[in-house]
């Protein structure tokens, strides 16, 4: 029997829910947008714009019926604020599932003031708690898909893959003996945004098992690339794609930066090893993680979602092969581990039937000709990244020296060396 669901998108309008929108509905789900368009809110707020001309809600939603025949529901309802709002929503719609993108997402943003801090940890789980507390209230079976974070467990490890999210272990008992049982990995979160999605997996837990929803928590990677099959139809239909220092990701600024001639800032010596996944796995993860929901009563299913681990300063030696492209080495704004080995099972979206879209020339290629085509959107006053983590960078001791300390520190601290 074909597998087709109502589905709620909160956040259906970001640079992931709007891929993900297109594509479920392409599938023919039946799919309903739920965002108070914050993301746009934020770009106003900080003079930068998407590299990519997007198009308001109302006009991506009427171009993708015309273009597909399908139609996407849009509401305008802020999660973290209007519980009722979104209590009213669930009971009037009663969507088979949901799919929970609605937190602020950028790390440097997170942590460039207390303001910041304070909206992402109000804005992140507050949407969350909202989220869980209606379906509870409303009574109704709902099968939830939040998207998390691979920085909930940190980069590194004591030697071994991160496994998805529990971590079996053995507690040694004072009369001799022990007892076994699995635990959620260690959290070792890297900047207040990825502290929310720490929260968040807390919050789940706790609902899992006491009101036993089902749960499903996609702790991802970093995202590159724009295109969609679907997004690519029509140039109402675009996706956004950040560049500047808050919202740009490392590889899509590193393509970019090389797409207009900017040295691609590689913070610190580059020695960061991060997870990835290409925007169009990202879309085929979401309906993989609908098609397989856990039971009533399972604990949190979460699954790893990445498909391949690179060193940061290989991508921008990479980029600057195939681009002629100059590599910058500048003092890194923030405090991590200057090189670490990352090692991470992913087989579950595997096992699922997931094909992974790995780095090649080609896709790399498409999203500098991206770059190139909207080159005379840049605002290069907006690439640099000005967010530092600490008030030692606040203050300007001497930068590189203080986070470097700071970060042998913190990985002393959580007993996870994330050292080679
Ligand atoms: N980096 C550079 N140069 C740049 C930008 C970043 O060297 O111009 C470095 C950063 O210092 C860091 C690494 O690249 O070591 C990754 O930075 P990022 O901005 O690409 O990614 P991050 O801040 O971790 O956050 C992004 C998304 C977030 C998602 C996360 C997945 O914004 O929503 O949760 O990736 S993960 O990194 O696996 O935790």
Redesign the pocket.
């Known amino acids: 029997m074909e597998f087709k669901v109502k589905v709620a998108i909160l956040g259906g309008d970001g640079f992931c829910g709007w891929p993900a929108s297109l594509y479920l509905s392409d599938k023919g789900h039946d799919v309903i947008i739920i965002d108070n368009l914050s993301r746009r809110a934020i770009d106003e707020e900080l003079g930068a714009d998407s590299l990519t001309p997007i198009t308001d809600i109302q006009t991506r939603i009427s171009a993708w019926q015309e273009v597909s025949g399908e139609t996407i529901g849009f509401e305008n309802i802020d999660v973290a604020q209007d519980y009722d709002g979104l209590l009213n929503f669930i009971n009037t719609e009663r969507p088979d599932a949901i799919v929970h993108f609605a937190e602020q ?4 943003y997170s942590m460039k003031n207390s303001r910041n801090k304070r909206y992402t940890v109000d804005n992140n789980i507050n949407a969350t708690h909202n989220l869980l507390a209606a379906i509870v209230e409303s009574g109704q079976d709902i099968h939830v898909a939040h998207l998390g ?3 909930v467990y940190g980069y590194g490890t004591a030697g071994m893959k991160i496994p998805e999210g529990y971590l079996d272990i053995q507690v040694n008992l004072p009369e001799g003996g022990h007892v076994d049982q699995s635990i959620l990995y260690p959290s070792n979160p890297g900047s207040i945004y ?1 502290m929310t999605k720490v929260l968040d997996q807390h919050l789940f837990a706790y609902y899992a098992k006491n009101d036993e929803l089902r749960i499903t928590d996609l702790h ?3 995202i590159w690339g724009t295109h969609t099959e679907q997004t690519i139809k029509d140039e109402r239909l675009i996706n956004r794609f950040d560049y500047d220092g808050d919202y740009g ?2 590889l899509n ?1 590193f393509l970019i930066q090389a797409g207009v001639g900017y040295p691609m ?3 610190g010596t ?1 020695g ?1 090893t ?2 990835f996944i290409h925007i169009r796995d990202m879309v085929r993860c979401i309906e993989l993680a609908l098609e397989n929901p856990p039971a009533k009563g399972d604990r949190v299913k979460i699954i790893n979602q990445m498909t391949e681990t690179h060193r ?1 300063r290989d991508l921008a030696e990479l980029i600057a092969e195939i681009s002629d492209a100059e590599v910058a080495y500048v003092p ?1 704004p ?1 405090k ?1 581990s200057a090189e670490n080995d990352l090692h991470v099972h992913n087989e579950t979206f595997l096992k699922l039937g997931l094909k992974p879209t790995t780095l090649s020339e080609g896709l790399l290629q498409e999203v500098e000709e991206v770059a190139r085509k909207y080159s005379d959107r840049v605002d290069r006053s907006k690439i640099p ?1 000005q967010s530092l983590w600490t008030s030692a960078q606040q203050a300007g001791v001497p930068e590189q020296e203080a986070v470097e300390q700071e970060a042998v520190a913190a990985d002393a601290e959580s007993g996870l060396s994330e050292s080679a």
């Open positions: 997402r950028a790390a440097p974070t691979m920085g990825h991802q990677g970093i990701t490392v600024r800032t590689v913070h580059g960061q991060r997870a940061v890194n923030r991590e990244a």
